[in-house]
């Protein structure tokens, strides 16, 4: 049997047009160039107001700059000279470290404790995560007129329970330690459930077949909780300890709406880095030494946010690494288990068991 004849006009409309040079060159400029003009616009707004205000800061920290009449002379490093040498700062930094101390560790505990427990089967599961995220929603100021008011010294709702049951009044406006106290707990009330929400996400994300061999080895919850959630949502608790660490060493409006006056206490009591920048900005109009100060507390950030990093990954790693690998081990195995036999089923069971006992 004959093939049809084609003709040269169908032989031209199924046959593929060549590409131009200038459409090939321009696509793989396109495929070169898109990542980056995808991510150009962040970029760009992080330089417009993240990287130059932190540059302007810095050149504004070596000039005495006042606040109506703008630049002054060139003083080189004396700004900073001058705010290290007096015993304000040095207050206002141990008074910054106590209260990131009191909420930072206990905030992000109490998180990953509740992200646990709503991570469980529990019933109403939609309710209780929303309830832990609605002290985040509030405003930052209503949340400290409430608190300052429970924690007044004389007609506090604090001191008034702690009489009924026979204590002495506290000085939570008076006393340093106590007003750390008060002022981290108002932090940790406002921005635990925003973290709690962030390490719910990441144990969402485990396989279950680990929580399963888990429990066929025999292992409880709370060994499934250091064995199993922690190491896996390790990268997500370092993210969460980093970001506790820039936003407690930044505090701000806790410690300004604490009292009426709003300058940290009496006697500096509760007096943070952030509030002697803004006395020294604001209340002196000394530009050039707040933006000393503000450097200052950026280097602080920066070695502490190392510091927690170094921190999380050793407290998050430990031996829970191998055991998590071990689980996933066992996971695996327990799959192939229902192609074997019943003998041969249950030599894998105790050679995982033995396994995973000498991980933990």
Do not use: C
Not at 26 to 51: E, M, N, T
Not at 194 to 214: G, W
Not at 264 to 272: A, M
Request: aromatic content about 12%; overall charge positive; glycine content about 8%.
């Amino acid at each position: 049997m004959s093939e049809p004849v084609v003709n040269a006009t169908q032989r031209s409309r199924t046959a593929p047009r060549p590409i131009s040079p200038w459409k090939e060159r321009l696509g793989r400029w396109d495929i070169k160039a898109s990542p980056y003009a995808y991510i150009a616009p962040f970029f760009i707004v992080f330089g417009i107001v993240g990287l130059f205000p932190l540059l302007y800061t810095a050149y504004v920290s070596l000039h005495d700059w006042d606040l109506i009449g703008g630049q002054g002379d060139f003083v080189g490093m004396d700004n900073f000279v001058f705010v290290l040498s007096r015993p304000v700062f040095w207050v206002s930094l141990g008074n910054t470290l106590s209260i990131f101390l009191l909420s930072t560790i206990p905030q992000i505990a109490i998180a990953l404790v509740l992200a646990s427990v709503l991570n469980a089967n529990i019933r109403a599961k939609t309710f209780w995560r929303m309830g832990v995220l609605l002290p985040y929603v509030v405003a930052p100021v209503a949340v400290t007129l409430i608190f300052s008011r429970m924690f007044a010294d004389q007609s506090g709702l604090v001191n008034a329970v702690l009489a009924l049951v026979g204590a002495d009044p506290i000085g939570w406006h008076r006393d340093s330690l106590p007003a750390h106290i008060a002022i981290a707990t108002m932090v940790n009330f406002r921005w635990t459930g925003f973290n709690t929400l962030v390490l719910l996400a990441a144990m969402q994300a485990i396989p279950r077949e680990l929580y399963e061999a888990a429990i066929i080895d025999g292992a409880g919850r709370v060994r499934q909780f250091v064995s199993v959630t922690v190491p896996s949502v390790r990268p997500t608790i370092i993210f969460v300890a980093i970001t506790s660490t820039i936003g407690g060493l930044q505090i701000f409006d806790e410690p300004r709406l604490y009292d009426a006056q709003g300058l940290g206490g009496n006697s500096g009591q509760w007096k943070t880095i952030t509030l002697y920048l803004y006395e020294l900005g604001w209340n002196q109009q000394r530009l050039g030494r707040a933006a000393a100060v503000a450097w200052l507390l950026f280097i602080l950030i920066v070695v502490f946010a190392l510091v927690s990093n170094w921190i999380s990954r050793r407290i998050a790693s430990g031996d829970a690494p191998t055991s998590s690998r071990k689980l996933r081990r066992v996971a695996k195995n327990n799959q192939t288990r229902k192609t074997t036999t019943p003998g041969e089923s249950a030599a894998v069971t105790v050679s995982n068991e033995k396994g995973f006992a000498r991980t933990s």
